[in-house]
């Protein structure tokens, strides 16, 4: 079945580092792909999102590119914030079906 | 607008008690969706209500959740009785009819279980 697999975290960063969380995904057909943020005490947030293979998603300063030959969608930022502490989850959905398919989240901590 | 409003924010129980979750979508979401995230684990989907009628349940666990929707606007999530291995936290979504795609899903911050 589809499945997302995701770096283990913590990841522990110094501000201004840059920022590297992989995700692979297994899934049938051609998905979309997310990235979602949870920062503490919050929802998830839809960070970025690509619904084709080449497709580069990219909002606050983070990107991913979805690559289909190598089923990833890393999620990278050239220079990390105290404020981009939060949990990041990659994400699937294909195209029969309703739901999202999450990985486990990783945990981002930045510190000044 | 006020988003998805889920509570309690924590709930502590003890195995064999009953909880019950309550989410309150966006006002005008008719699409409803409910998913857990156990400790280290993946966010995984329980169920998907469109107004007041279970769309896909194929998420639920087992016969000891119950979640309902009457008249199409809240929805609860009851577990009864509670296992230890129910602890997580439960994520309620929202987005409006006919939007299925999942970049109009609004989340809750989660109600947070802990089943001693």
């Known amino acids: 079945g589809n499945s997302v697999t995701q770096m283990e975290g913590p990841v522990t960063l110094s501000e201004e580092a840059f920022l590297t969380i992989n995700c692979t995904y297994t899934?049938?057909?051609?998905?979309?792909l997310f990235w979602y943020v949870q920062y503490p005490g919050e929802g998830l947030q839809l960070l970025l999102k690509?619904?084709?293979?080449?497709d580069k998603g990219s909002n606050k300063g983070f990107e991913a590119t979805y690559r289909k030959e190598t089923t990833s969608f890393h999620l990278e930022k050239g220079s990390v914030q105290v404020s981009d502490s939060a949990v990041y989850f990659c994400?699937?959905?294909?195209?029969?079906?309703?739901?999202?398919?999450f990985g486990k989240g990783t945990t981002l901590s930045v510190s000044s | 607008e006020a988003g998805v409003t889920q509570f309690p924010s924590h709930s502590v129980i003890e195995k064999g008690q009953t909880v019950t979750l309550r989410c309150d979508p966006i006002s005008g979401h008719d699409n409803l969706y409910w998913y857990r995230r156990v400790m280290g684990k993946e966010i995984k989907f329980l169920l998907h209500?469109?107004?007041?009628?279970?769309?896909?349940e194929s998420g639920m666990p087992n016969n000891r959740f119950l979640a309902e929707r009457t008249g199409g606007t809240y929805s609860t999530l009851k577990v009864q009785p509670a296992e230890l291995e129910d602890s997580g936290v439960y994520f309620c979504?929202?987005?409006?009819?006919?939007?299925?795609?999942?970049?109009?899903?609004?989340f809750g911050a989660g109600s947070r279980l802990t089943v001693l």
């Open positions: 979504a929202s987005s409006q009819l006919g939007v299925s795609g999942a970049n109009v899903l609004t």
């Open positions: 899934a049938t057909g051609y998905p979309s």
């Open positions: 690509a619904t084709k293979a080449d």
């Open positions: 209500f469109v107004k007041e009628s279970k769309q896909d």
């Open positions: 994400a699937l959905k294909d195209q029969a079906g309703t739901a999202l398919i």
